[in-house]
């Protein structure tokens, strides 16, 4: 759907209903509103401080978003990888909050941009309810199982960024990947967080192989390498 206009003065419990659309991510920032990774030309004015956007179905074709305080935040604006170097913590100092609720039932941590071939996310579960799958073939790490907001800000803490590719930088063409954060309720879906991790290649040194082919000669006699 095509979003275009201004709202001003919204506070908590507001709603915009998005009719005809069903979304699967939305951010705010400045005041442009992207939803699905697309930005908009439905501009939010005075937003307060610490407010924020979650998202629901409103039960009929479209989506709901709702004006709460900020599901995510502190959520680490970059970090920088190194190829072949350890894996790299991604925002180890995020904060969750919910008004509605005392826990979440999931959590999505996804390479939402940039995504190559040997880039995995990883998080610790240790001491939790929690239950994390990696797709390799999509970048999303999935989170699951109700468990307290401490125990999954506990666990989206601990979520790293490994590359095993030899070449992460696809030759210089794809030096960054897009982290999008989003945590869930049961009920609301917070707006996508993102962290940039900035990859870092290393020039590898040439490495010469030599040909596996067997010679022989008898004495006296010449040899040509080929």
């Known amino acids: 759907a095509n979003f275009t206009g201004t709202v001003t003065g919204l506070a908590d419990g507001d709603v915009i209903d998005l009719a005809n659309t069903v979304v699967i991510s939305a951010s705010y920032a400045g005041s442009t509103l992207t939803v699905n990774g697309v930005p ?6 005075g937003l307060p401080v610490g407010e ?3 998202f629901k179905s409103d039960g009929a074709t479209g989506t709901d978003l709702v004006v709460v305080p900020q599901m995510l935040s502190n959520v680490a604006p970059g970090v920088s990888y190194t190829e072949a170097g350890s894996a790299v913590t ?3 100092g995020l904060t969750v909050s919910d008004i509605a609720s ?3 039932s999931s959590a999505t941590v996804s390479i939402s941009g940039g995504f190559l071939a040997g880039d995995t996310l990883t ?3 240790a001491g939790t309810s929690v239950t994390a799958g990696y797709d390799a073939g999509t970048g999303v790490l999935t989170l699951s199982g109700n468990d307290t907001l401490a125990h999954y800000q506990q666990v989206l803490e601990s979520v790293v960024f490994l590359s095993s590719s030899q070449n992460p930088t696809n030759f210089g063409a794809d030096n960054t990947r897009t982290i999008s954060w989003v945590v869930n ?3 609301l879906s917070s707006a996508a967080a993102t962290t940039t991790v900035n990859v870092m290649a290393v020039n590898d040194a040439p490495v010469e192989t030599a040909p596996s082919t067997h010679y022989s000669a008898f004495e006296q006699s010449s040899l040509t390498l080929k």
Do not use: E
């Open 185 to 187: 309720d049961g009920t």
């Open 52 to 54: 924020g956007f979650a």
């Open 40 to 45: 908009t030309s439905f501009h939010i004015s």
């Open 102 to 104: 005392t826990a979440l």
């Open 90 to 92: 991604l925002s180890s």
């Open 123 to 125: 998080a610790n579960v």
